[in-house]
C-alpha cells in the first residue's frame, strides 16, 4: 500500500479530464498530496486541493515539457486508441524526462506484447519499451477489461457479439484502478521496475457474465458468438476505419485465445481491499446499468 506521508514532490497526472485520471487526482488530493494536472481543456480541469491545472497536449512536446517541469514522477494515462498512438505517447515521455521527470507510472493493458491478439495491447507493448530503454524509473499497470463499461458491450437488444468463444475475463472497475494507481504514486522506489496485472476476483466467459447482468437487471441479456469474419462485418456498418473494426473485433477475439484469462492479486495487494465484483460494483454504480435497462 501506499505510504502518502512520505511524498513530499509534486505529482504529475494526465487524463484528469477524463474517467480514470479524475479519479486518481480526486483521490490524491483527499491525500493531500501535492498535483500537477495536466490537461487539454482547462476549463474542464477538476478544481482540487493541492492541485493547479496547466493545458498541454502529448502531442506538443514544448508545451508538455513546460507543463512537467517542476515534477517529478508522472503519471501518464494512455491516450484513446489512434492510428498514431505510439509516437504521440513516445513525444509526451521524451518531453517529461527532458523537463526532469524522473518516474513514469504508466496506464497500460493486460497482456501487452509485441504479437497480442488485442491489436491496441500491442500499442501499450512499444510504449513500454520506449519507456523502459528511456532509463527512467517506472511502473506499468496493466488492467484487464473495465467492469465500468461491461454494460455498453450489450447492443439495444441486450444482445453481447463477438468472437469470444469460451474465454474468459476478470473484469476489472476504474475504482479499484485508480485505488492502485494512487498506492504506486505514493509508494515510492518498492515499485520502481514492476509491472501489476490489475484484474477483478473472479474470471468469467461472456455467456457467464450475459447471464450474471440477466439476475442483476431482470432483463434477458445474451451472449451470441461471432466468427472473425462475422465480427469485422457487423462492425463495418458502423462505417469506422478498419484499424478502429480490427482493434473493436479483436479484444473479443484475446478473450478467445485466453489472454485475458489471468486473476491477479495486485489489486487487493496494493490497496488493502478486495477488488470488486461484477455484482458489487453495478449495485453501487446503478447508473452504469442505464444502457441495459432501457
Sequence with gaps: MGDDQ?????????????ALGRRVAERLARRGVAQRLIVRDLNRAPELPGASAVMASYEDSAAFER??????TLFLVSLPEAPDRVPVHARAVDAALAAG????VYTSFLGAGPASVFTFARDHFHTEEHIRASGAAHTFLRPSLYLDLLPSWADDTGIIRG????????WV????IADAAVAVLTGGPAHHGRTYNLT???????GETAQRLSALTGRVIAYVPETWEEAMASRRLT??????IEGWASSYAAIAAGELDVLSPAVPSLTGHP??????????HPTALRHVLV
Design 67 to 72: 507543463a512537467a517541469r517542476g515534477v517529478e
Design 101 to 104: 521527470v524522473s518516474r513514469i
Design 239 to 244: 462505417g469506422a476505419p478498419d484499424w478502429q
Design 275 to 284: 477488488a470488486q465484483s461484477l455484482e458489487g460494483f453495478l449495485r453501487t
Design 6 to 18: 512520505a511524498i513530499t514532490h509534486t505529482i504529475g497526472i494526465t487524463g484528469a479530464t477524463g
Design 200 to 206: 477483478g476476483p473472479e474470471a468469467m466467459t461472456l
Design 173 to 176: 472497475s476504474r475504482d479499484d
Design 163 to 170: 468472437p469470444a468463444g469460451l474465454g474468459r475475463v476478470a
